[in-house]
């Protein structure tokens, strides 16, 4: 029986994400925290843009690929420090997914576009860099904001400009979808003041 590249590749993700040893409770399951993430943001991508690429699809997959393994400690504990970090991440991420393509039997072209997007290069002129950075985006506002909002209660301005930062990077198309999702009472209400709404 031959598997796929495309099939390897995805298989090679989820092992390296299965990995992780932090962990997240979802609906009573645990599961290993980038595995749920990677599974958040593929789900996210074929329902936002159902015709992705097999590049995007795994670009997606791999967006936080083995993330723990450059924690954000390693870098100083300040905005330069965090944008350091991020640049970090992205080569790493691309670096570690590139392998995984390689072994899979990817040729360079295609390696080298799924690392292009990953890095999130030309975001707002790539279609494809902003497909992907519309579906983090949402993914980032469907599980991740309330917790968040949770964690930074008492400081309402951080919040708005994350709220308003995020917004920023979105396309019209993700504009809309990202009001169809499903809030908490608060969080609505803390999006549509820092939005304007």
Known sequence: MTTSPFHLALIGIDEENSKDPNHEIFQGTTYPKELLYSN???DRLLKFYAIASEALIIAAKAQHICRWKVPRESFPMNRVGYLQWREKLKKFHAKTTATILEKAGYDN???NRVSFLIEKKA??????????EDAVCLVFL?????????KHISDTEKLKNIIVKTW?????NAHQEALKISYTTSSLKLIKEALGL
């Open 40 to 42: 958040r943001l593929y």
């Open 109 to 111: 072209e295609f390696i």
């Open 123 to 132: 975001l707002k002129k790539d279609m494809e860099t902003q497909v992907l």
């Open 142 to 150: 469907e599980y991740y904001l309330e917790p968040f909002v949770q």
């Open 168 to 172: 920023n990077k979105m396309s019209e």
